[in-house]
């Protein structure tokens, strides 16, 4: 996906139906899915909730979802060999929570990743504008974080103004963003 099409995607939702969900399946899934090797599967792992570890299949295999979460359920997965109902699954290389623009929940959005790095080695945090790197060596705070606006504003830290106009910061490291998620990913998936 090129930066034109990524921006006017966001653009779109986050005027017109600024909901988590449209960011996280109609711009961040496709972008991910536009770079990342094939062996690479993105996930959306966002209503595997707690009672689906009650669900088996056929054979009597379960969800796995203690492989990827505890009380939060993360967004989405990116890990190889995915399959819903599986004798075990894979630990992610990489989990991403998404909110959207506008959210304001920073302390959960914390919480969140804490519980996320006691599952994978990477977890991602990211609005779609700004996007936060994390790794268990500092769960605290992000390793890099990487701006397409020239506002630099954290994830659930954006002011929202009524327009919700974006001013994207055009020397942005675009490509940067790309190679670092492939390597935060295939990083974790060669340990």
Request: glycine content about 2%.
């Amino acid at each position: 996906m090129e930066f034109k099409k990524y921006k006017k995607l966001v653009k779109k939702y986050y005027q017109k139906d600024c909901r988590e969900l449209n960011f996280q399946n109609r711009v961040i899934i496709p972008f991910l899915e536009s770079f990342l090797p094939e062996e690479y599967e993105v996930v959306d792992s966002s209503t595997i909730y707690k009672n689906w570890t009650n669900y088996k299949d056929d054979n009597g295999y379960g969800v796995c979802r203690e492989t990827f979460a505890n009380n939060y359920t993360p967004d989405l997965l990116i890990l190889q060999n995915w399959k819903l109902f599986d004798k075990e699954k894979n630990t992610p290389s990489t989990i991403i929570e998404v909110k959207r623009p506008t959210a304001s929940d920073r302390t959960h959005a914390n919480n969140e990743v804490k519980e996320y790095l006691e599952k994978t080695e990477h977890v991602i945090l990211t609005d779609s504008i700004t996007w936060e790197f994390y790794d268990k060596q500092n769960i605290e705070n992000p390793q890099e974080i990487i701006h397409l606006d020239i506002s630099k504003k954290l994830v659930c830290k954006r002011d929202v103004t009524v327009e919700r106009d974006v001013t994207w910061n055009e020397e942005n490291d675009w490509n940067g963003l790309k190679k670092k998620i492939i390597e935060i990913t295939t990083s974790s998936l060669s340990n």
